[in-house]
């Protein structure tokens, strides 16, 4: 096994998916801290936008890589953050089989790094895993109910192997594997294009276009901002010693996509009319977390409301697609 430095500071953390949405705010999280982070992305779905504000700190390492494909880090790592994988339903089905690719061998690739390197490991899970629940709110020992033969099964299944595996690895006492099941996360970098809800609606009210809602619109989801998401992994990656469980970090407030509509309609001075169009095969219709495993096992819960993080979300993209509209086309 590899030596390392064990003091908090000092750690070095490979966040694989680390120029995502959600892996750009822990990298930036983690380097404040004081760790070292080596970030490994194909960009996918991820941008250098989102890391290049790092690309010059001293301790920032940008790897161009697919996990699907077997590697290893020729440096000592103490965590392994394993966020790599497209989460918005339209890019996870553009190629469905390297889904679910990337989140059995991806993860099969990452949890044996962990293991050669003896470094705790996280996978980031999915409230997919419910699948279209039959129980509401969805508590952590809750078995799903999932299609294996829809077209969101890539993810889902995908997702839940992820698990069985991490879960193999930890009886084993092979890895130090911990298993966060996310809510719907939103927030500033979210790519404009990634065909999720709030991207989707922020970026039609800007632009003037109609807002598209999927279905009837009465159909729920829980929207956690991604600051209290990456507080909430770094706690479960942290906390000593490892629960040994899955653990829910979302967002409790439950809101119609309607109702979310209304809210960017209110927010957004340019939002046009609201149309709808067919509801996407599969499409869960209610979707709320119970946290209170980790409000007893991390002390952890979110603290900004859908209201506040709607507008910074929404000021960020007003910022983001005018500098896109203002930058010479190359
Ligand atoms: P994202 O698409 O913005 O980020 C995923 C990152 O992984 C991208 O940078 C992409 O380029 C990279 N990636 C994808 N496949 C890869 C591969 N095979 N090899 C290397 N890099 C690869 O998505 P996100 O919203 O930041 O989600 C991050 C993680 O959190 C994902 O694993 C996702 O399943 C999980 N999650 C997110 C949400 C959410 O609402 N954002 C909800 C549940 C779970
Ligand atoms: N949705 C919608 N309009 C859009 C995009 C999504 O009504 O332009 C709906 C979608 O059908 C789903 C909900 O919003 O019911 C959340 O979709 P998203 O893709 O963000 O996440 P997920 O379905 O994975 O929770």
């Known amino acids: 096994m590899l030596q390392r430095v064990r003091d908090g500071k000092t750690k ?5 998916g680390g120029a995502g949405f959600v892996g750009s705010h822990l990298c930036d999280s983690l380097l404040l801290r004081g760790n ?7 960009f996918l779905t991820g941008s250098k936008a989102n890391v290049r504000p790092l690309e010059n700190h001293p301790n920032f390492r940008l790897i161009e890589k697919d996990i699907c494909g077997l590697f290893d880090i020729d440096e000592p790592v103490d965590q392994v953050y394993n966020l790599a994988c497209a989460a918005s339903p339209p890019q996870y089905q553009a190629d469905p089989m390297h ?3 990337t989140c059995v061998t991806g993860t099969a690739n990452l949890l044996s790094i962990a293991e050669r390197h003896g470094a705790s490991f996280l996978q980031a899970s999915t409230s997919e895993v419910y699948g279209d629940p039959e129980e509401h709110p969805q508590r952590e020992d809750y078995r799903g109910n999932v299609s294996c033969t829809g077209p969101r099964a890539c993810y889902d299944e995908g997702k839940r192997a992820a698990e069985a595996l991490c879960f193999d690895m930890l009886r084993a006492g092979r890895t130090d594997a911990r298993v966060v099941r996310i809510f719907n996360t939103y927030g500033p970098r979210m790519q404009p294009n990634d065909g999720r809800i709030v991207s989707n609606l922020l970026v039609q009210a800007i632009s003037g276009s109609p807002l598209t809602i999927y279905g009837s619109g009465e159909q729920t989801r829980s929207f956690c901002f991604v600051t209290d998401l990456v507080a909430g992994l770094m706690a479960l990656m942290d906390v000593d010693p490892n629960p040994g469980v899955p653990v829910n970090i979302g967002n409790p407030g439950e809101f119609t996509i309607n ?3 209304e809210m960017v309609v209110a927010m957004v001075p340019t ?14 219709q209610r979707r709320r977390p119970d946290i209170s495993r980790a409000q007893q096992l991390l002390g952890w819960e979110p603290k900004i409301a859908l209201a506040e993080g709607l507008q910074q979300t929404a000021d960020w993209f007003i910022s983001a697609l005018a500098e896109r509209g203002s930058r010479p086309k190359t």
Request: aromatic fraction near 4%.
């Open 12 to 16: 070095t953390i490979l966040v694989a």
């Open 36 to 42: 070292r982070v080596i970030c490994v992305d194909s």
């Open 99 to 101: 889904t679910m690719m």
């Open 259 to 261: 109702e979310l509509a």
């Open 271 to 284: 939002a046009s009319e609201i149309v709808y169009r067919p509801l996407p095969m599969d499409d869960p």
